[in-house]
């Protein structure tokens, strides 16, 4: 799972920065080619009519833009936030007979052995319905990279929205204040996400958690303030559904506890090790076999 996410987050990052290469300008700076017309110029129409229903306003055509792109997403981002409370209280019910496993593992010496605890380990993940990934997925972050890059593209090279402020901030400069902004916003969330959960668990999703704040800050950090803007406003929107979740925490706890008793989890048999042949020690020596007098006949012959 840490490796999913390091990996989806590498992968946006490095996008981000080679999109931001694909936009070509003539001599006289005009920009040009297919990012350009058909991600950099839609959003400067679509920020151009959002502005014209807030008084003029880029920073508030922004936020208008995060709340129509989360609202869409609203349906998905709540179902995988569901999956993800249901797969956290599930994994929390399972701990007695998870240890039980992961304790199989270390008494594990022989590959068979060690073969044998890793088939049991993933036997019961499969017949309790646990997933590795915890339910999360990274669907809702991939779909909003077109939105990111357009929103990128269209303050870079449209005048108008690279001049707007917002609240005493230039939209087309670097902001920190917003980049720190959005950094803590998300670090508020994933602090959301784990209240209730386990310290077992806690210790697993800490790191996973971090990415995000720490992929959001980086690239609000390098882009522009409009960008910034998007981030922290979208962080805020995922302090609210993560909110919403807990609310319904405890319903999901007994509806978990419903299906752990019409189908309790399978005991975890104790590891059968086989014992090992008993070598003789180092320096031990056999007792001396008695020698046989090869002429004792010979001589009671000769007597």
Not at 81 to 109: C, D, G, N, V
Not at 119 to 143: E, H, R, W
Not at 176 to 188: D, G, Q, S
């Amino acid at each position: 799972m840490k490796k999913k996410r390091f990996l989806v987050a590498g992968g946006l990052t490095m996008a981000l920065t080679l999109l931001s290469g694909c936009v070509r300008t003539t001599k006289s700076g005009k920009p040009y080619g297919m990012v350009y017309d058909y991600l950099a110029k839609p959003m400067q129409h679509l920020m151009e009519w959002f502005a014209g229903l807030f008084g003029n306003s880029y920073g508030w055509a922004i936020v208008a833009l995060v709340v129509v792109v989360r609202l869409i997403l609203l349906p998905l981002m709540m179902s995988q936030m569901k999956k993800s409370t249901m797969m956290q209280e599930r994994m929390a019910m399972l701990q007695p007979q998870m240890r039980a496993l992961q304790e199989r593992q270390k008494q594990a010496k022989t590959p068979e052995e060690q073969a044998a605890a890793s088939q049991a380990m993933m036997s019961f993940y499969k017949d309790n319905n646990v997933s590795l990934t915890g339910g999360i997925g990274c669907l809702p972050l991939l779909i909003q990279l077109p939105v990111f890059s357009a929103l990128y593209f269209a303050i870079r090279y449209s005048p108008d929205l690279a001049q707007a402020s917002f609240f005493g901030l230039q939209l087309g400069q670097r902001s920190a204040l917003l980049a720190i902004m959005a950094f803590v916003a998300y670090l508020i969330q994933g602090w959301l996400s784990m209240l209730g959960v386990p310290e077992d668990q806690k210790k697993q999703m800490r790191m996973a958690l971090m990415m995000s704040p720490i992929m959001i800050l980086f690239i609000s950090w390098q882009a522009s303030a409009g960008l910034g803007l998007y981030f922290f406003i979208g962080g805020v929107f995922a302090i609210l559904q993560t909110w919403l979740v807990n609310i319904y925490r405890p319903r999901i706890r007994k509806q978990i506890h419903e299906e752990m008793k019409k189908n309790p989890p399978k005991p975890v048999e104790p590891l059968v090790t086989t014992p090992a042949s008993a070598a003789p020690a180092k320096g031990a020596t056999s007792a001396p076999r008695p020698r046989k007098n090869r002429n004792a006949g010979k001589q009671h012959h000769h007597k």
